[in-house]
């Protein structure tokens, strides 16, 4: 059961859905998942639920009404699963707080995603993923040295959390299954959490060094590699080198036709690091894309063209591993999309739908999971409560 909205809490969902979870979508009637409304439209048609809401079951339910909290805790009784993302305040006035979670479904695993996490003095504070990036350092860290910093241009922040989600949620689902003394699981994950644990040294190295990281372009603040950036080419594609190794280095070194002897050692190298980077983003200039990529690998120098959601879709080896798939929707035909990542070789994950309309499983799930009957089902619709 997901009483989430927009990307964090819905994006762990639908991980486990696209590897065959059934996950039901709890959206207010009417106006549903504000995401429903963002990104970008084709003929008016929203894109980005097409594939928030995809593999996921849609109804509507106001939990305003005291009969639509009823009916939230039956659906709660059903699962094993109860993602949240509301405010501590409101989850314990609709009964959508751990203790209300575990009274009702004492083996339910709740997933609360919060701002700020449910034990800090701000757990009614509002949030958003990219809030939690800037508290989490990684925002402080991107950027150059003399300009501002900056936030990447996607939903970083949620996104993460929403993989740390589903990680979180099937580990509880294991120890589940196999601790006989299993007494339902509360994860409690602030949005800036996931993101800060995934920056391993910066904490270590502040308590031991007393200096925060800063920002360094495109080297990684606290391990910069002798060659690492992103080089323009002659027709202006952009193109990034990493080269971390004293090996891969001296691949470059003798690329440029520069003497081997003064990048001889580690020492050498980061001490002519700037050196290297002036002459690589020459060479790169003077040279077509395909030219310099062709040379990098015969070079055995690892490099890549920078890529656009163009490049993706003709790359070679994105449809190699079989990343893009194509899907019926019903209002816009065709659509290509992710596939189920990652892939499950032996039982593979799929997408057999794309996001459905708003309230579009209202009777199967109250209906036919539930046992509503037909006359109640069209009362509570007549009520405003589905």
């Not at 959390?161 to 589940?176: K, Q």
């Not at 190295?205 to 925060?212: E, I, K, R, S, T």
């Not at 070679?316 to 892939?343: C, F, K």
Request: proline share 5%; charged share 25%; with cysteine.
């Amino acid at each position: 059961m997901e009483f989430a909205h927009v990307v964090a809490g819905p994006l762990a969902g639908a991980m486990l859905a696209d590897q065959g979870a059934d996950v039901v979508h709890v959206e207010p009637p009417g106006a549903g998942d504000a995401a429903r409304a963002m990104g970008p439209r084709r003929d008016g048609v929203p894109l980005w639920f097409k594939v928030a809401g995809r593999n996921k079951r849609s109804v509507t339910l106001d939990l305003h009404h005291e009969e639509g909290r009823r009916i939230a805790h039956d659906l709660i009784a059903w699962a094993d699963v109860v993602i949240v993302t509301l405010r501590a305040g409101r989850l314990r006035a609709w009964g959508l707080d751990w203790e209300a979670v575990h009274a009702v479904n004492p083996k339910a695993i709740l997933l609360q995603i919060s701002g700020f996490g449910a034990t800090s003095s701000r757990a009614d504070a509002p949030g958003f993923g990219k809030m939690g990036e800037a508290r989490s350092g990684v925002v402080h860290l991107t950027g150059f040295p003399d300009g501002p910093p900056v936030h990447t241009g996607f939903s970083h922040g949620d996104a993460v959390t929403g993989l740390m989600g589903a990680f979180a949620i099937l580990a509880a689902l294991h120890r589940r299954d196999t601790d006989p003394d299993f007494d339902g699981e509360w994860i409690d994950l602030a949005l800036f959490e996931p993101l800060f644990r995934l920056v391993e040294w910066q904490i270590i190295a502040y308590d031991q060094l007393g200096a925060a990281p800063e920002r360094a372009g495109n080297q990684l603040a606290v391990a910069p590699a002798a060659v690492i950036n992103t080089y323009r080419s002659a027709e202006g594609d952009w193109l990034t080198v990493t080269s971390a190794t004293t090996r891969s280095v001296l691949n470059v070194v003798r690329l440029l036709g520069l003497d081997e002897a003064e990048y001889a050692t580690v020492e050498a190298q980061h001490a002519g690091r700037e050196r290297l980077d002036r002459a690589l983003r020459a060479w790169v200039a003077a040279r077509p894309a395909e030219e310099c990529l062709a040379a990098f690998e015969r070079a055995e120098v690892v490099a890549s063209r920078v890529f656009s959601a163009a490049d993706i879709v003709a790359d070679p080896v994105y449809a190699e591993r079989e990343d893009v798939v194509t899907v019926d929707d019903p209002d816009l035909g065709p659509v290509r999309m992710q596939a189920a990542l990652p892939h499950f070789r032996r039982n593979p994950g799929g997408v057999w739908r794309t996001g459905p309309a708003l309230g579009a499983d209202n009777e199967l799930v109250y209906g036919r999971w539930l046992g509503i009957d037909g006359e109640r089902l069209a009362k509570l619709e007549g009520e405003g409560v589905i």
